[in-house]
Structures are given as structure tokens and as C-alpha cells.
């Protein structure tokens, strides 16, 4: 990075794919994903299903699709679900679980921690059954990492005993893993050990994995057979979408790289610290600074070369694979040198 050349850390999705990625899209084994399948997509899906612990899993265009696709499956009109305050389900995502899956939602309170309800939270939200014109609770929607509370991971024996308290609740469960890739590279576990129990969960391919486009949304057998016909429903079948997939593919094999990203938020974080910031220990690639004047702060940000990004608040930093840890330390250079005017 030259000296004056912008720095984006408005969000890992930002990343540009690399040679190798590109050559791999150009060299595609291709199909009609829609008539009768393509190779490479199948590839995908299955090595993506292997790591998630699933039966099978379903290449999306988004993360928000996939997210869309699940709930549409499990909530019918006059449903609630539940779900971690601020997740992306609820405030990110334009009410389609409302409007086109036909949930009515229940924020829950940050009991456990950064982005985490407790077990007792989710056993209290999901309530008794009451006369039939009540709303009827059957989900629970989990966020691992939750993104609004700075990428926050939820550990796997809590994971565990949310989903046994939505369980013995009678609730089915949506794992929203756009990040479970940090989440597990943060933790040191397998993906897998982040969804057990899960009816379903959706993990994106084109954030920290640096894919330019896809989702996975996975689950048995029936489900995704059941999602192949809704993300059609969706307008999301797409042709030779190998040429995708492949993409897909190299950055699931890029996943131990996200350390990097880790320590370069932990890098960020600890220099926004040490010049007096409200900046809570980042546990994955988030990094988000508390501010008095937000609006204010992105604007003398972008003025020093840096683009960063709002989120529930704050302003949020968010490192990838194209920033370096050199990146990171101009980044905070910049911020020393405008003489801490991120702080009003
Ligand atoms: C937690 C979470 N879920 C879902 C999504 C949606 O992904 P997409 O932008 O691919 O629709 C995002 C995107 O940032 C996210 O952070």
C-alpha cells in the first residue's frame, strides 16, 4: 500500500478475487445447475455440507437469500422467532423474514455477553401455548459471529445449550454462520462443532473466504431439497454456476488464513485503545470504536484515506485479506496524525 492510497475496512466483503481464484472460475467444469445439476456446484455444496456438519447444503447468491430461504422453511404466518438484539435477520435484512417468511420476531437481550442470549432467555421468550389467536413461537435464530456486536463468537458448549433450551421449548433452530469460518478459526474447532444440533444454517463464501459471490444454506436432506425449490421461488438459480462455485471451493480452502485477519483487528484494536478509544478486545475481524459523534467521525476517517462503516452505534473497522498488518499500522498512523479527531 502506497502512502496516500485509501484503506477499505468497510467490510470484508470488499475483497477482489486473486489470480488464482480467477483462474480457477475460468477453468470450470460447468452444468445447467438448474435442469439437471453442474459438477462444479455439486462439488461445493458437498465439501461445504462435509464442513458444516450438515446432510446437504444449497449454493445461494447471498447470505441474506439463504437466510430468507430457511425461515421461509421453517416459520409459517402467525409465527415468532427469536433472535439475538440487533442480529442481521432482524435489523439488516428489510423484514423479509416478516414479509416474505411470515415471521413476526422477538429481540433478546445480551444476557450471556456480546451478542449471546442465555439458555434462560430463549426458555422465557418461547413461553407457553396460549389461546390460538396468540403468536405461536417455533424458532430460534442464532448469529455465530454475531456481527453488530463486533463479530463476537459464540463458544460451542454455549452453543449447545441454546439450542437445548429452544429444543425443550418445542423451537426448531437457524444458525446465521455468515462468519462461522472466523468463528471456528477464532475458537481453534471445527465449523461443524458450531452447528450441532441446528435444523439449519447459512455461511457466506464472499466475506472473510474472499469468494466474490455465494452462500451455502445447509441442512437434511429434505430441507435443501425443500430450499432448492424456494431459492428458485426466489429468482436464485442460476445456469453454469460452476463458474461460481469454484470460486467457492479456494476459499474454503483459504480458511486458516482468517487468523490473520484476527491479529490484525487485535493489531487495530490495541492502537485505538492506547490513543484513548471505547474499543471492546475484538474476537474476530471486527473492530468497532465507540463514538460521540458518528456521522462526524466516518467523515474525517474517509478525509485520512480510511473507509470504515457504522454499525449499532459505532464506528466499525472491519479487517480482510486485502489489508496487511503494514496496512493496519498506517491506518492507525492516519488516525494519530488528524490529531484523534475520530473523537469529536
Ligand atoms: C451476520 C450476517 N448475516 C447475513 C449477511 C448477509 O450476507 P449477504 O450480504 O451475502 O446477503 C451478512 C452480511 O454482512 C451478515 O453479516
Redesign the pocket.
Known amino acids: 500500500m502506497k502512502d496516500q492510497q485509501t484503506v477499505d475496512l468497510r467490510?470484508d466483503?470488499v475483497t477482489q478475487p486473486d489470480a488464482a481464484m480467477r483462474r480457477a472460475m475460468a477453468a470450470a467444469e460447468v452444468g445447467d445447475d438448474v435442469l439437471d445439476g453442474d459438477p462444479t456446484m455439486r462439488a461445493l455444496e458437498e465439501r461445504a455440507a462435509e464442513l458444516l456438519g450438515m446432510e446437504a447444503a444449497l449454493w445461494v447468491p447471498?447470505?441474506?437469500?439463504g437466510?430468507t430461504i430457511a425461515l421461509a422453511l421453517h416459520l409459517r404466518r402467525g409465527d415468532r422467532y427469536l433472535a439475538p438484539r440487533a442480529?442481521?435477520?432482524l435489523d439488516?435484512?428489510l423484514g423479509t423474514a416478516a414479509w416474505l417468511a411470515g415471521g413476526m420476531h422477538e429481540p433478546l437481550d445480551w444476557d450471556a455477553g456480546p451478542g449471546r442470549p442465555t439458555p434462560e432467555a430463549v426458555a422465557r421468550a418461547a413461553g407457553s401455548s396460549g389461546p390460538y389467536y396468540r403468536l405461536r413461537t417455533t424458532l430460534l435464530c442464532l448469529?455465530n459471529t454475531?456481527?453488530a456486536a463486533g463479530g463476537a463468537v459464540t463458544p460451542p458448549e454455549e452453543h449447545s445449550r441454546l439450542v437445548a433450551a429452544a429444543r425443550a421449548a418445542g423451537l426448531r433452530v437457524h444458525l446465521?454462520g455468515?462468519?462461522i469460518w472466523n468463528a471456528a478459526v477464532a475458537l481453534g474447532v471445527k465449523p461443524a462443532e458450531l452447528t450441532e444440533g441446528a435444523d439449519s444454517v447459512?455461511a457466506?463464501l464472499?466475506?472473510g473466504l474472499g469468494a466474490p459471490v455465494g452462500?451455502l444454506v445447509a441442512g437434511t436432506e429434505d430441507f435443501v431439497a425443500e430450499a432448492r425449490r424456494m431459492r428458485k421461488m426466489l429468482g436464485g438459480g442460476v445456469r453454469q454456476g460452476g463458474v461460481l462455485a469454484a470460486a467457492g471451493l479456494v476459499a474454503l480452502e483459504r480458511m486458516d488464513r482468517l487468523a490473520e485477519d484476527h491479529a490484525a483487528a487485535r493489531l487495530l484494536a490495541t492502537g485505538l485503545t492506547e490513543m484513548g478509544f471505547a474499543v471492546r478486545a475484538p474476537q474476530t475481524n471486527i473492530v468497532l470504536a465507540r463514538v460521540p459523534d458518528l456521522q462526524h467521525s466516518l467523515a474525517r476517517l474517509r478525509e485520512a484515506g480510511v473507509l470504515a462503516s457504522s454499525m449499532d452505534g459505532c464506528v466499525r473497522f472491519v479487517t480482510h485479506g486485502d489489508v496487511s498488518q503494514a496496512d493496519v499500522t498506517e491506518v492507525l498512523r492516519r488516525i494519530a496524525s488528524s490529531g484523534c479527531a475520530l473523537r469529536a
Open positions: 467490510s466483503t447471498t447470505g441474506c437469500m437466510n442480529a442481521h435477520v439488516n435484512e448469529e454475531h456481527n446465521d455468515a462468519r447459512q457466506c464472499s466475506k452462500s
